[in-house]
C-alpha cells in the first residue's frame, strides 16, 4: 500500500518513477497474487468519523483524502459494509490500486525482486514481509532491525454458518453489518480451554514473543488469564441477544470479508494455531459447528527499522539520506497509517517539508522521530499521539472534535503552501 501510494504521489505530480514489485515471481509466505497492495490480514482499514463520532483513524483518513490519496479512494470504491468501519472486498481493492498504477502514464512497473540498495534517491516500502535480501541491505545501511508477529484471522462462508445460533446486530444496536455468535459461561470455559491448550506454530527461538500488541494472536491473548478475551475480541458489551434480551457471557462477532457477503471473517481471531487445531477449536463457536474455512489463520514476520534510530523527520535514513523507508517498516502499525507514510515518502522524495505537528500525519512522525529508541514499539494512530491542547478538556469526544479542527485546518494549509 505505501509502495503504491508513494508511486501516486509522485507520479500526479509530473515525475517519473520506477515501481519494483517482486510479486508474482517471488511470493511472501502470506501473499498469494501477484496483484499490487493484496490484502492478507484483517480487510477493515479502521473506523471512519460518521455519526458524530470522532476517531483518531478517522482524522487519518480525512487528511488522507484532502492529500488525495491513491489507496483510499480505492477502498472507498471496494468497500463492504462494516458498521462505522472501513472494509474492503480484498479482491476489487487490489485490482483498483492495479489497475491505476499500471494505467499511469508516470509509473513503469518493473516485477522483479529488489534487492540492493542503490545510490540513487530510492523509497524502500516493501511492507512487513521484505525479502531476506533486501532486508539484508537494509539492514547493512541500518544496523538496527526489530521483528514482532502479525496473525491472519480465518473466513469463513456465510452459507456455512447456523443462523438459528446466531443473531445480526452491530454492538449497541448500531446497524446490522456484524454476525454475533454468543456464548454461555459453561461454552466459553470450554472453549478457552481448548484454545489454550491447542497446538501452535511456534516462532523460532531468536524472534519469540515478539508480538505487536494491537494484533495479538488470540491464544497469545487468552494466555494473559481465563477473562481476558472477554473484555477484548470476545467482548460481550452492547451486544443483546433478541432471543433471550440480554448481552451473552461472551461473543465472536463475524464481519462480512467481500461485497457479494459470502464470506466472513472472524474479528479479532488472528492466530497462530496449527490449521487442524484451528478447524477443531474454533467449531467449537456456536452457529460454527459446520463451518466452511476458505481462509485459515496463518503467523508470518513483520519487520521494521528501530525508527528513532534510523529515521529522520523526513522519513531518511539517517546514515544515507538518499534513502527514505514508507509504509509500516517504518515503525507505523495499520493500513492507513502504512499508506500515509507512503504518501510522506513520495512527497518528500520531491520536496523535503515537515508535516504540522497538530496534524494525525504530523503525530505519527513525531511518534517515529521522538520516542526513545531502546523503548519504541510500532504504533497506530490514536488521540493519545496528537499534542496537548493548551486548554484541558474533560470529554474525550470534546477532545477529538478539537483534535480533528486543529488537524485539518493545518493539513490544508500545508497542501496549499506544498
Known amino acids: 500500500m505505501a509502495g503504491c501510494e508513494a508511486a501516486w504521489q509522485i507520479a500526479e505530480r509530473g515525475e517519473k518513477i520506477e515501481l519494483y514489485e517482486m510479486r508474482p515471481a517471488l511470493l511472501t509466505p ?15 482499514l479502521g473506523s471512519e468519523n460518521k455519526d458524530d463520532r470522532i476517531s483518531a483513524a ?78 539484508a541491505s537494509l539492514k547493512a545501511i541500518s544496523g538496527e532491525r526489530i521483528y514482532f508477529y502479525d496473525a491472519v484471522a480465518p473466513v469463513v462462508m456465510r452459507d456455512s454458518i447456523d443462523e438459528n445460533k446466531t443473531f445480526i ?21 470450554t472453549f478457552y480451554d481448548e484454545l489454550i491448550h491447542a497446538e501452535r506454530n511456534l516462532p523460532h527461538d531468536f524472534e519469540k514473543g515478539k508480538y505487536f500488541e494491537g494484533c495479538m494472536p488470540v491464544e497469545a491473548l487468552a494466555d494473559r488469564g481465563v477473562d481476558t478475551l472477554r473484555f477484548g475480541p470476545m467482548k460481550p458489551r452492547g451486544l ?25 471473517n472472524l474479528v479479532g481471531f488472528q492466530t497462530g494455531l496449527k490449521w487442524g487445531e484451528q478447524k477443531r477449536v474454533f467449531s467449537l463457536i456456536p452457529g460454527l459447528e459446520h463451518a466452511e474455512f476458505v481462509r485459515l489463520g496463518v503467523m508470518h514476520r513483520n519487520t521494521s527499522v528501530n525508527a528513532p534510530a534510523v529515521l529522520d523527520e523526513y522519513l531518511r535514513m539517517k546514515e544515507q539520506e538518499n534513502i527514505f523507508l514508507a509504509g509500516q517498516i517504518t515503525g507505523v502499525e495499520g493500513y492507513m497509517e502504512s499508506t500515509a507514510m507512503g504518501l510522506v515518502a513520495g512527497l518528500n522524495a520531491i520536496n523535503l517539508r515537515t508535516w504540522p505537528r497538530e496534524s494525525a500525519i504530523g503525530s505519527l512522525l513525531h511518534y517515529l522521530r521522538t520516542t526513545e529508541p531502546k523503548h519504541f514499539q510500532p504504533m497506530n494512530m490514536n488521540l493519545g499521539l496528537f499534542p496537548e ?17 486543529n488537524a485539518l485546518n493545518a493539513v490544508k494549509e500545508f497542501l496549499i503552501e506544498l
Open 169 to 189: 446486530t452491530g454492538r449497541y444496536g448500531r446497524g446490522d453489518d456484524y454476525i454475533n455468535c454468543p456464548m454461555n459461561k459453561e461454552e466459553y470455559l
Open 30 to 44: 502470506a501473499h498469494k497474487t501477484g496483484l499490487l497492495a493484496e490484502i492478507v490480514c484483517s480487510n477493515s
Open 58 to 135: 478517522g482524522i487519518l483518513k480525512e487528511e488522507l483524502e484532502l492529500a488525495n490519496s491513491l489507496i483510499l479512494s480505492c477502498a472507498r470504491e471496494s468497500r463492504v459494509p462494516a458498521g462505522g468501519a472501513l472494509a474492503v472486498d480484498r479482491d476489487k481493492f487490489s485490482l483498483l490500486v492495479t489497475e491505476r498504477i499500471t494505467n499511469h502514464e508516470n509509473i513503469t512497473l518493473i516485477r522483479e525482486e529488489f534487492t540492493e540498495i542503490p545510490d540513487d534517491k530510492t523509497i524502500i516500502a516493501s511492507g512487513p514481509l521484505t525479502s531476506d535480501n533486501l532486508a
Open 240 to 264: 443483546v441477544d433478541p432471543r433471550t434480551n440480554r448481552e451473552p457471557y461472551a461473543a465472536v462477532q463475524l464481519r462480512q470479508d467481500n461485497s457479494d457477503g459470502t464470506l466472513f
Open 389 to 405: 491542547l493548551p486548554t484541558k478538556i474533560r470529554g474525550k469526544k470534546e477532545r477529538a472534535k478539537i483534535f480533528r479542527e
